[in-house]
T-cell receptor, first 115, second 110 residues
Framework: NAGVTQTPKFRVLKTGQSMTLLCAQD?????MYWYRQDPGMGLRLIHY???????AKGEVPDGYNVSRLKKQNFLLGLESAAPSQTSVYFC??????????????FGPGTRLTVL | GQQLNQSPQSMFIQEGEDVSMNCTSS?????WLWYKQDPGEGPVLLIA?????ELTSNGRLTAQFGITRKDSFLNISASIPSDVGIYFC??????????FGKGTSLLVTP
């Protein structure tokens, strides 16, 4: 069981470039999340999904798009990267049906720098 | 979403000392979660609290769900160097997502 994995681990982009961050989970969880973490700001929710084919905006969605075409994958896209999107991005997943209801399992993070 | 305020922002302590940190909310929560983030890793759940007044332990860690349901406390006894990291409190902000505090950064010197 790999849990939640994220690809890539590190990336450097130039302003205006696009990229997609991939999150995969092998726990058959319904819910998946994308957060960004900036110094002194904690974790802020970008977008989330409560099932295959559904997505919703979180606290800081501007400049990002997401897709959940398969239950195990949640993609985060940056169409035109800006320096303000320099951050560490975390994906998380959760199974609302069993165990501790609110527990989210996090991936190891993707460190993105936009020059 | 609800504001979660964590204090202190950072702590620098010696190995063997006890640590206390807390989290307060502007509104009532039915669940409090405490996560730890090791340097370079994603957060991992330490303790979950589901009832007002509940006191739960996980090894040297003890967390309490405040009676008012607007606060929670995390204590670490006899700290060791591997306790270094950022500790986050979190609570549900809807049926789906969590609100996180800004974290308490803990440094432990041998």
């Amino acid at each position: 069981n790999a849990g939640v994995t994220q690809t890539p681990k590190f990336r450097v982009l130039k302003t205006g470039q696009s990229m997609t961050l991939l999150c995969a989970q092998d726990m058959n969880h319904e819910y998946m999340y994308w957060y960004r973490q900036d110094p002194g700001m904690g974790l802020r929710l970008i977008h989330y999904s409560v099932g295959e084919g559904t997505t919703a905006k979180g606290e800081v969605p501007d400049g990002y798009n997401v897709s959940r075409l398969k239950k195990q994958n949640f993609l985060l896209g940056l169409e035109s990267a800006a320096p303000s999107q320099t951050s560490v991005y975390f994906c998380a997943s959760r199974d609302p049906q069993r165990g501790r209801l609110d527990e989210q399992f996090f991936g190891p993070g993707t460190r993105l720098t936009v020059l | 979403g609800q504001q979660l305020n964590q204090s202190p922002q950072s702590m620098f302590i010696q190995e063997g000392e006890d640590v206390s940190m807390n989290c307060t909310s502007s509104s009532i929560f039915n669940t409090w979660l405490w996560y730890k983030q090791d340097p370079g890793e994603g957060p991992v759940l330490l303790i979950a609290l589901y009832k007002a007044g509940e006191l739960t332990s996980n090894g040297r860690l003890t967390a309490q769900f405040g009676i008012t349901r607007k606060d929670s406390f995390l204590n670490i006894s006899a700290s060791i160097p591997s306790d270094v990291g950022i500790y986050f409190c979190a609570g549900p902000n809807s049926g789906y997502a969590l609100n996180f505090g800004k974290g308490t950064s803990l440094l432990v010197t041998p």
